[in-house]
């Protein structure tokens, strides 16, 4: 698996970074050279670049799931076949299904919408 199938893409994380997802921590990061070129690059491995995006893996998005999720008790996540997702913050709802080839890319989508969630105050 290369690490752009470990990653969400690249317009995903800007999106995440704008959403106020934290920045600093991930293994991964997408890089922006002085010409305009973005690049996966560890996060270890950090030259200079004129702007930088943490690319979070599935793995550290789950984690920051569970604590975006602590505002709404009743919130189920299901991760079914590779890259698909379901979720629902109601108790009694049908689970929403978001499927995607990219588990990582599904739940980066999925940590969007409840923050959007959070801020409307659903």
Known sequence: MTPEQ??????????AKDRGYPQGKSFFVW???GIGNWKLV????LFYAEEKVDAPTLQEL???LYNLCNYSPYLIINIGNPGEMAFTDDYEGDLDWMK???P????ALLWLELKQMQ???K
């Not at 470990?6 to 999106?15: A, D």
């Not at 560890?42 to 491995?45: A, P, R, S, T, W």
């Not at 990582?104 to 739940?107: P, V």
């Open 6 to 15: 470990q990653v969400p893409t690249l317009e995903t994380c800007i999106h």
């Open 31 to 33: 890089v922006r050279d």
């Open 42 to 45: 560890v996060n270890i491995m």
């Open 62 to 64: 789950l984690e920051e």
């Open 100 to 102: 995607y080839r990219n």
């Open 104 to 107: 990582a890319e599904a739940a």
């Open 119 to 121: 801020k409307e105050g």
